[in-house]
């Protein structure tokens, strides 16, 4: 099994629909990040958090230190949110990641 | 400020043979990290370099070197390349080790394939 768990696989979604990706981890953390990787490839970092729920523009992020567990929001999707997301746990001097959550929002 | 740079873009190797891959920031950090991607698998730390003069193994290490030439660079050698590399690397930088959990930085990536 692995330490992060992401769901779900594959998303797809009408422009405008709020957009909930979840993670799940096994494992105790310093701090859970929340990734998009572009469809050209590129990896940008979109939240690191340890505590509560961090808002940037339509993104959200919240994580539950007891449940082990995080979720990003988007509200109000758009086609250009199209992408790879992917949760990521970091412990010690090490970081692990989910499989991602490949989104796909239609016009 | 071009951030972090990784060359080659993209590499065809022949079984057995070696090649460097290079990755370089310009934003003074002091952490690099080496990762292969896979399809349907999440990101794998391959090795990574707290700080200048250190280098330790990450989870997938076995087929590879690396050396932190100075603070900028971080290169990644595949002495003897297997199929099982092909993959897209990424190199990554941040301010200090994930420990602190502070935000990586990617480069664009290297897709290699090993034919």
């Known amino acids: 099994k692995n330490e992060v768990e992401q769901s779900p696989q594959n998303l797809t979604a009408q422009e405008g629909e709020f957009i909930t990706i979840n993670c799940s981890y096994s494992?105790?953390?310093?701090?859970l990040h929340w990734l998009q990787q572009h469809p050209g490839g590129g990896i940008v970092s979109l939240f690191m958090l340890s505590s509560g729920k961090k808002k940037h523009g339509r993104l959200i992020a919240t994580i539950n230190i007891q449940e082990k567990h995080s979720s990003l929001h988007i509200t109000a999707s758009h086609p250009r949110d199209s992408a790879v997301y992917i949760c990521?746990?970091?412990?010690?001097?090490?970081?692990?990641f989910g499989a991602g959550t490949r989104l796909t929002v239609k016009p | 400020n071009a951030g972090v740079t990784q060359t080659p873009k993209f590499q065809v190797l022949k079984t057995g043979q070696s090649m460097t891959l290079q990755c370089a920031q310009d934003?003074?950090?002091?952490?690099m990290y080496w990762y292969r991607q896979d399809p349907g698998m999440g990101l794998r730390l391959i090795y990574y370099?707290?700080?200048?003069?250190?280098?330790d193994k990450g989870e997938v290490p076995n087929g590879y070197n690396v050396s932190r030439l100075n603070k900028r660079e971080f290169s990644l050698r595949l002495e003897s390349a297997a199929p099982s590399q092909t993959s897209v690397y990424f190199c990554a930088s941040s301010v200090a080790t994930t420990g602190t959990g502070t935000t990586q930085y990617f480069g664009p990536g290297t897709r290699l394939l090993v034919l």
């Open positions: 494992v105790g953390i310093s701090a």
């Open positions: 934003m003074n950090h002091n952490s």
């Open positions: 990521a746990v970091t412990r010690n001097n090490d970081m692990r």
């Open positions: 370099s707290a700080s200048e003069g250190t280098t």
